[in-house]
């Protein structure tokens, strides 16, 4: 059989064995290093071979005059990601609880086959799953008690039992529940009076008055926001040099990576596998680094205002840009830090450090302030308030500190 190469998105990185791989490409640098073992160990699964890992990155020349473009944050990205690989490092489960809208499913699919079950058997049954067990019984009970709420209607409590509401028999008896797939959160974009079109909200995190978004390749900040029409207000961004930090896959970011990336920056090691323009451009980003003295202040001065690099993966990273948004700044989240606009580090830093002292005294205020999350297939029917707090929890907004 003659030589042959299969282009795939992440799909073909789990359960696939097409027999004889002998090199895995992959074009971007990884964000997740269980995603980078699975990915190598398409190959090499055969006696007598091993894996084998191409790993490329579009890096263009000139950046060095961008303070965050010298930084080469994708390559070094790459670099950290191979360093924990080598070290048989894997994200450990479990570590973000289930999705509200998943945790709603199962209760009213383990009601509907169960009938009616006291608060405790539910909850032991529930939390024998991974997702769920970091979810806790006061998670549990503060959510059935929405559930039971009037205008909701999914649960009633009958006699120290629960069991399904009015609306809870109409959810749990209906196709829809076959499938916990969610439902893509979508608002209308206006401006100036005129509809740009609608933009499908996915992944977890909150948006609301000054967030930056992308739509029909252009940059829009959101001015006002309706969530019950689902309408939102925007003007073009005058962000116009947010980072660069596009490429690669889009997996949350573990906080061991993150951190490997700025030892990575500090450190002098070169990977002899490593072509010599990786190698020049490493150096590169390691002087800025250095020149930057980021080891003791991680952001980078810019003419229209901050990119903060806390070196704090996915989940902390979207917490604290919910954080700044509700303190009144324009953030805006990247893989790797965050853009802030029109501020100076001599605002910014008393207002990380009000951050970091008080989030779990102001996160009812940073939450007034945010607009809408995404919601799931089967938690809509919950008060708006819950389900912000809920992501919130699971988010860890109230545990920057």
């Known amino acids: 059989m003659a030589n042959a190469t299969a282009i795939a998105t992440t799909t073909l990185e789990l359960g696939i064995d097409i027999g004889d791989v002998g090199t895995v490409c992959q074009i971007g640098p990884p964000r997740s290093v269980s995603g980078l073992r ?10 007598g ?30 670099a950290a990601a191979l360093s924990l690989l080598r070290e048989g490092f894997v994200e450990p489960p479990g570590e973000r609880p289930a999705s509200l809208s998943v945790v709603v499913h199962e209760t009213l699919c383990l009601l509907r086959s169960r009938g009616e079950l006291s608060f405790d058997q539910i909850v032991s049954v529930l939390a024998r799953s991974q997702p769920m ?44 529940i076959y499938a916990v797939f969610s439902t893509p959160f979508e608002i209308d974009l206006v401006h100036a009076g005129m509809p740009l079109g609608r933009l499908p909200l996915m992944g977890g995190s909150a948006i609301g008055p000054g967030d930056g978004v992308l739509f029909a390749g252009a ?11 689902r309408v939102a207000e925007v003007q073009p961004s005058d962000k116009g040099k947010q980072p660069r930090f596009e490429g690669g896959d889009q997996e949350p970011m573990h906080d061991r990576l993150a951190a490997r990336m700025r ?15 990786a190698r020049r451009m490493l150096s590169n980003a390691r002087a800025g680094y250095r020149a930057q003295e980021l080891d003791r202040f991680v952001s980078l001065n810019e ?21 700044l948004c509700g303190e009144g700044l324009n953030a805006t989240a990247g893989p790797y830090g965050l853009w802030v606009a029109s501020v100076s580090s001599e605002t910014l830093k008393p207002v990380l450090e009000r951050v970091r002292r008080e989030a779990r005294a102001r996160v009812g205020t940073w939450l007034s302030r945010k607009g809408a999350i995404p919601e799931g297939k089967f938690d809509a029917a ?20």
């Open 49 to 78: 071979t091993r894996s084998t890992l191409d790993l490329s990155l579009i890096e263009l020349e000139g950046l060095e005059q961008h303070q965050e473009g010298r930084l080469r944050l994708n390559l070094v990205c790459a």
């Open 38 to 47: 699975q990915r190598v160990g398409r190959s090499g699964r055969r006696a």
């Open 219 to 229: 940059r829009w900040s959101i001015m006002k926001l309706d969530i019950d029409k």
């Open 303 to 323: 003419r229209e205002g901050l990119i903060l690099l806390p070196w704090i993966g996915t989940r902390k990273l979207e917490a604290l840009t919910m954080a």
């Open 382 to 401: 919950l008060p708006h308030r819950f389900r912000l707090e809920w992501w919130a929890a699971a988010n860890t907004v109230a545990t920057l500190a």
């Open 133 to 176: 067990s970091g979810v806790g019984p006061a998670s549990f009970e503060k959510l059935y008690q929405a559930m039971a709420r009037p205008e909701v209607r999914l649960l009633e409590y009958r006699n120290g039992m629960i069991g399904l509401g009015p609306k809870g028999v109409q959810l749990a008896g209906s196709p829809d």
């Open 263 to 277: 030892a990575i920056l500090a450190g002098h090691h070169v990977d002899e596998a490593w072509t010599p323009a």
